[in-house]
């Protein structure tokens, strides 16, 4: 069974921005992402900007990015082999 990786709050920032992502607001140590979709829509998700997130912290962003993103492109990103 795959594991998460141990990733930063800058690393997980930097996977969302090659998906077109762009840092929308700050707000202390949580970075608003946001990009918007053909149709108009906006798509947002909030990262805390820390040294290295919780396991349980990865799994929710990870499940909150597949309504953006497909599971075949999250995965190698998020998921160590």
Do not use: C
Not at 9 to 19: L, P, R
Not at 35 to 56: V, Y
Not at 58 to 68: F, G, K, M, S, V
């Amino acid at each position: 069974m795959p594991k998460f990786k141990s990733l930063s709050g800058k690393e997980v920032i930097t996977i969302f921005i090659s998906f077109g992502f762009k840092i929308a607001s700050q707000r202390g140590s949580h970075v608003k992402l946001r990009r918007t979709h053909s149709n108009g829509t906006r798509q947002t998700l909030t990262i805390p900007n820390h040294s290295e997130l919780d396991k349980g912290t990865l799994r929710a962003i990870y499940r909150q990015a597949l309504r953006y993103v497909t599971e075949r492109e999250l995965f190698s990103h998020f998921f160590s082999e």
